[in-house]
């Protein structure tokens, strides 16, 4: 099993700055993917960032360019920096992240979500 723990999220006002971490905990044996995702109230679950194993990235449109995806690997942690923040981007954010045991089976977690409120 693995848990997830998330942090940073909070209140902002537009334009400035927020950094959240997601550590990850307990039977780890290699992590894979690991992602942040964002939820607004009436909305789906979207995909904001990945970061791959190898170090690539991608990142949805709307966030390219202003949040920047970065993990390490000898913490488990992934970390989402994120600046010039709009209100469009309040919503809960979740840690997103695919295990493999040391029995080949891959399975996904998820954190808890941490709100992110940006003000006009």
């Known amino acids: 099993q693995v848990q997830l723990v998330e942090s940073g999220g909070g209140l902002v006002q537009a334009g400035g700055s927020l950094r959240l971490s997601c550590a990850a905990s307990g039977s780890i044996f290699l992590l894979n993917d690991m992602a942040w995702y964002r939820q607004a109230p009436g909305k789906e679950r979207d995909l904001v960032a990945r970061i791959y194993s190898g170090g690539g990235t991608n990142y949805a449109d709307s966030v390219k360019g202003r949040f920047t995806i970065s993990r390490d690997n000898a913490k488990n942690t992934v970390y989402l920096q994120m600046s010039s923040l709009k209100v469009e981007d309040t919503a809960v954010y979740y840690c997103?992240?695919?295990?493999?045991?040391?029995?080949?089976?891959?399975?996904?977690?998820w954190g808890q979500g941490t709100q992110v409120t940006v003000s006009s």
């Open positions: 997103y992240v695919t295990h493999r045991n040391n029995w080949g089976y891959e399975y996904a977690y």
